[in-house]
């Protein structure tokens, strides 16, 4: 497809850009561009094009607004050593962007657009990539309804939109380990539901969850099956891996896909990075039984969160109406360090991408 390019006439100052990148925080800074790309019932997706980045015109009735058909992704582009700029599995992306699609009943944005629209927005806004340690440029590509007019249907019209914002690291705390609240009160999601989709209606269902985490002095919310309340599924909007006994024998477990979970890229790789480091890796019902009582044992050692926002955070406390206990010391731990590493050396081009996982978007100068 091709993307029309119009250059921002009033682009940030290079010193206003070069203060922003050696402290860019997270979601706080945008670049320059973005992409849109816009469906119709009638001619399908049009070609699109790299515009200033601005506010959106929306009328007041745009069904969008009322009828939450919103869906999203995020990945990121790293700096790689031989200057290129690259990022990680964006096919995964772009097929999982289809499938959030086709459960919200939008129309299905071609894996090609989608990887086409990373590649022109970061060729522009290179000079928005960071290149400190644990910065990133990330990507948050979305769609949205653009139809106007009242009633409960798919609309006829959407946008796909992509924006960049220079990233460092998720928690502002950085690597530290984060307490956490198993929600009993609150469900993220039900068999049937739209848990496996990546939809804007997910988080802000979330969020009363997330504020009473904080309210229990927690720094995220741990969601619980939606019919017992018992099996483990995810951290807010991160998946979790348990870690069970230590050294090269440790076995490394995450929660099994339901279709209440969110299928995450991060998720899914560490399975195959797990293997790779000569872990045995697989996917298992956890109940927070489990959890409690494998660590008063002390057969589970590790807990860690993993996505794409914040790569992997280890979990230090867990609290609940009924129990709390640390995990392991309460520190990060040295297989989720390791994991982390292992990840995030892939991604920046320090060890070799044996599975094929990296994408070049901009080639090296």
């Known amino acids: 497809m091709a993307l029309n390019l119009q250059h921002n006439s009033a ?15 997270f979601g706080r800074f945008f670049t320059d561009h973005m992409v849109k790309v816009d469906w119709t019932v ?26 939450g058909q919103l869906i999203f992704e995020g990945l990121k582009a790293y700096h790689q050593p031989d200057g290129s700029i690259a990022t990680f599995r964006p096919e995964a992306n772009a097929q ?20 086409d629209s990373l590649q022109a927005l970061v060729d522009i806004d290179r000079s928005w990539v960071p290149s400190g340690a644990d910065t990133s440029l990330y990507l948050r590509p979305f769609m949205i309804s653009t139809e106007v007019g009242l009633g ?93 006994g230590s050294g090269p024998n440790a076995r490394i477990v995450t929660p099994k896909l339901s ?17 790779d480091l000569g872990y045995v890796s697989a996917e298992a019902e956890i109940s927070t039984e489990d959890w409690r ?34 995990v392991g010391d309460g520190k990060p731990g040295p297989i989720t360090m390791q994991l982390r590493q292992a990840l995030l050396d892939v991604q920046t081009g320090e060890a070799p991408d ?5 994408h070049t978007l901009v080639a090296a100068e």
């Not at 690597?175 to 039900?190: D, F, H, K, M």
């Not at 269902?205 to 229990?216: F, K, M, R, T, Y």
């Open 354 to 358: 044996k599975h094929g996982w990296m």
């Open 96 to 115: 999982r962007f289809q499938r959030s699609a086709r459960r919200l009943a939008m129309p299905e944005l071609p894996v090609e657009t989608f990887v």
């Open 152 to 244: 409960v249907r798919p609309a006829d019209s959407y946008s796909y939109l992509l924006i960049g914002s220079p990233a460092g690291a998720y928690f502002p705390r950085g690597v530290q380990p984060v307490n956490v609240w198993l929600s009993t009160e609150y469900t993220r999601a039900a068999p049937g539901g739209t848990g496996e989709a990546k939809c804007a209606g997910n988080y802000a269902a979330s969020l009363v969850a997330q504020a009473q985490a904080a309210a229990e002095g927690c720094d995220q919310v741990v969601w619980l099956d939606a019919v017992e309340h018992r099996l483990v599924e995810e951290m807010g909007g991160m998946n979790l891996y348990f870690v069970y």
């Open 42 to 67: 009638a001619d399908g997706w049009a070609d699109g094009a790299v515009i200033p980045y601005g506010p959106l015109s929306l009328d007041p009735a745009t069904m969008a607004l009322h009828y």
């Open 293 to 326: 009582l494998g660590n008063e044992s002390g057969e589970l050692t590790e807990v860690f969160a993993c996505g794409t926002a914040a790569v992997i955070t280890p979990v230090g406390e867990v609290k609940s109406a009924a129990h709390s206990w640390t």
């Open 11 to 25: 682009p940030a100052a290079v010193e206003d850009r070069r203060a922003i990148l050696d402290n860019p925080g």
């Open 259 to 275: 279709g209440t979970l969110l299928p995450g890229i991060t998720r899914d790789s560490l399975l195959t990075l797990a293997n």
